[in-house]
């Protein structure tokens, strides 16, 4: 989920060329509406932190007691601060720095794919 066209397009393409397969979001809403048309298709969320009506970790708060919930990994321009850092952290969430290589963004997101959940935890590890 990216509300910036120009990033959320060269992401996706990028991904895609890649082999993964991505559908796109551009606020919150869609992300759940795509969930709930994809759900048990979708492995991770890649979401900026903030976005205008619900950000990354809203958009975490509202799938996280679905079934399947994905794994998800923030993309964010500031290092999280306060209650975010603490929610991200006590929520085992990783998170990327903007601007980031995708380099960068295939690592972290491959880490984040292949780890294995721990007990009460579905969605990754700190950044």
Known sequence: MEDNVATREAIGES??????RVFSAATGAEALALFDA???????VLSDLVMPEMGGLEL????????????????TGHAPEGSTYSELCQAGIP????????ADLTV??????DRQPSA???RGTQG
């Open 108 to 113: 972290k997101l491959r880490a984040v794919l």
């Open 60 to 75: 975490f708060r509202r799938l996280r007691p679905r079934p399947l919930a994905p794994k998800l990994l923030i993309m």
């Open 95 to 102: 998170w990327l720095l903007k601007p980031f290589t995708m």
């Open 38 to 44: 994809q759900g048990q298709g979708i492995d991770l």
């Open 15 to 20: 991904l895609t060329g890649l082999g993964y």
């Open 120 to 122: 009460g935890d579905t």
